[in-house]
């Protein structure tokens, strides 16, 4: 999260971030990776063998006061949910850490889990996603290239017209300073785009660097080089400059802008909490026997991690939110795949050993549904997309009833507990194919 902005109080603790984090009981159970041993006995091989270790990514700590930070969360160790998949249908373990192969759900992987795998196969061609990061990746083309040719989806490259980084002004030469922590997290933002939108083009717009004027600066770059699909995986404290910070950088009529809610459980993070923006929770991702394959609940490792919802305490009420427990704008309004544990896979190689990690956070989320948007088609010119999955009602999405991300006032539980319908950690659902997000 981003620091606390000047003159703004925070409350006590809410801005900080643990370093590694430990899958605990409860989200073993909900994820299917194991079950805890009491704690006076040692844990069994199986056990130990299924807790899932992660580190928050290097950007996910702010530079500089004042400054937003990323969403997301590398695995470690232990065995992901799509490894022990693999193993039972295979009946080979795979190494807990071993970067030569994926490890994390790929793209057959999210299409099948949220009805994406009917659509026509041109579908998303001639859209563009664009992914707003900080600082640069100079590795972003080769490993774009070396995630996309491993999984079989079609060459997006600088030399066929299908993807292309800028800087925040727009050019293609004058880039921002090179930076590892937020190349892991621009690694996974277009990654995620790809395998949900393989016949979209990305582009990557780079601030200079995690302030919100140069990440909005960046924003504004994408739209007006033409994205109508703009994804951002970052935020932070709210501050009452946030409301003109939506006016400057996220009031785009016709552009479906998403945003990341955030890591650090109940709590309403900037620009997540911007009314013209669509707000990203997180979900805890598993195979099942249902008719559909998979269920979700809400992402939630401790009191302090997992997805981020609730009530913005400075931006207004957008006309297509009606829940009455918040007067102003809640969070979230829809939510995809984000707990580390069933995370996702992520080829990178700068400033790390070159290879495939597994990443979780909002951050994978918010470029997902960006990409669900996209297969949707373009936007209407005077719409605001984040208004469509209301429109379509909670029956058009994967309604997520169980789980709960924190604490929150029993007059609206709501805010932080999954129910039928709305809810703030998971908004009205996840994509069950694009008819939600269609105007």
């Not at 770059?221 to 935020?235: P, R, T």
Request: charged share 15%; glycine share 12%; hydrophobic share 35%.
């Amino acid at each position: 999260m981003r620091t606390t902005p000047p003159n703004t109080p925070a409350e006590p603790g809410r801005w900080r971030r643990a370093g590694v984090s430990v899958l605990g009981a409860a989200a073993l159970v909900l994820a299917g990776l194991g079950t805890a041993a009491h704690a006076s006995a040692a844990p069994s091989a199986t056990a130990r063998a299924a807790r899932v270790t992660w580190t928050a990514t290097p950007c996910a700590t702010p530079k500089h006061k004042g400054e937003l930070a990323c969403d997301s969360f590398r695995v470690t160790g232990g065995l992901t949910a799509f490894q022990r998949q693999r193993a039972k249908t295979d009946g080979v373990t795979p190494k807990a850490a071993d970067a030569s192969t994926p490890s994390g759900y790929g793209p057959s992987d999210l299409q099948d889990a949220y009805g994406l795998t009917d659509a026509a196969a041109s579908r998303g061609s001639g859209e563009t996603v664009a992914i707003v990061d900080a600082y640069d990746d100079p590795n972003a083309a080769a490993d774009l290239a070396k995630y996309r040719s491993t999984y079989g989806l079609p060459a997006c490259t600088v030399a066929n017209g299908c993807f292309k980084k800028v800087g925040q002004t727009g050019s293609t030469t004058s880039l921002p300073t090179a930076d590892s922590g937020w190349a892991e997290e621009i690694s996974l933002d277009l990654d995620m785009a790809s395998a949900v939108c393989p016949q979209c083009k990305i582009l990557l717009v780079e601030a200079k660097s995690a302030s919100m004027a140069n990440l909005g600066t960046a924003v504004n770059e994408a739209v007006k080089l033409g994205a109508k699909f703009v994804s951002n995986s970052y935020g932070g404290a709210e501050s009452s400059s946030d409301t003109s910070y939506d006016s400057s950088y996220f009031n785009h009529p016709g552009v479906a802008v998403t945003v990341s809610a955030g890591d650090e459980g109940y709590g309403a993070e900037y620009p997540a909490a911007s009314r013209y923006v669509t707000s990203v929770g997180g979900t805890a991702l598993s195979r099942d026997s249902s008719a559909r394959g998979w269920t979700e609940s809400v992402w939630n490792t401790s009191s302090t991690e997992g997805t981020g919802s609730g009530c913005s305490a400075y931006d207004a009420k957008p006309s297509w939110q009606t829940d009455t427990g918040c007067a102003k704008r809640t969070v979230s309004d829809v939510s995809a795949v984000a707990d580390p544990a069933t995370g996702v896979s992520v080829y990178d190689s700068y400033g790390v050993t070159a290879g495939w990690y597994t990443f979780g956070g909002t951050s994978a989320s918010a470029p997902v549904i960006a990409a669900v948007y996209a297969l949707a088609g373009t936007p209407g010119s005077n719409a605001y997309p984040a208004s469509y999955p209301y429109a379509a009602g909670s029956s058009a999405l994967n309604d997520v009833t169980s789980g709960s991300n924190g604490s929150c006032s029993a007059s609206a539980s709501y805010l932080c507990t999954a129910r039928s319908g709305y809810d703030g950690p998971t908004g009205l659902g996840t994509p069950q194919g694009t008819s939600a997000f269609t105007g």
